[in-house]
């Protein structure tokens, strides 16, 4: 199973200060919110921001495709 990971773009991970390969604590709030730990930050100028979680994950917090999640420390 693939890590839960966000891809971060280059700028934007440099603007709220993530590393490549950084482990994140991330909240969103769908019906159920939840705390995601151990998010992998991936890092490149060849992504856009976007974060990939396992789908039954996501279907047990009630997260659908658009929501927001607030990186937490």
């Given at each position: 199973?693939?890590?839960r990971?966000?891809?971060?773009?280059?700028?934007?991970a440099a603007?709220?200060?993530?590393?490549?390969?950084?482990?994140?604590?991330?909240?969103?709030?769908g019906e159920?919110?939840?705390?995601?730990?151990?998010?992998?930050?991936?890092?490149?100028?060849?992504?856009?921001?976007?974060?990939?979680?396992?789908?039954?994950?996501?279907?047990?917090?009630?997260?659908?495709?658009?929501?927001?999640?607030?990186?937490?420390?």
């Open positions: 199973m693939a890590a990971h966000i891809h971060f773009h280059s700028s934007d603007k709220w200060g993530i590393a490549d390969k950084q482990l994140l604590r991330v909240k969103v709030g159920r919110g939840v705390v995601f730990e151990q998010v992998l930050a991936r890092v490149s100028e060849h992504f856009a921001l976007d974060m990939h979680i396992d789908t039954d994950e996501g279907n047990a917090a009630g997260v659908s495709t658009g929501d927001f999640a607030e990186i937490v420390d």
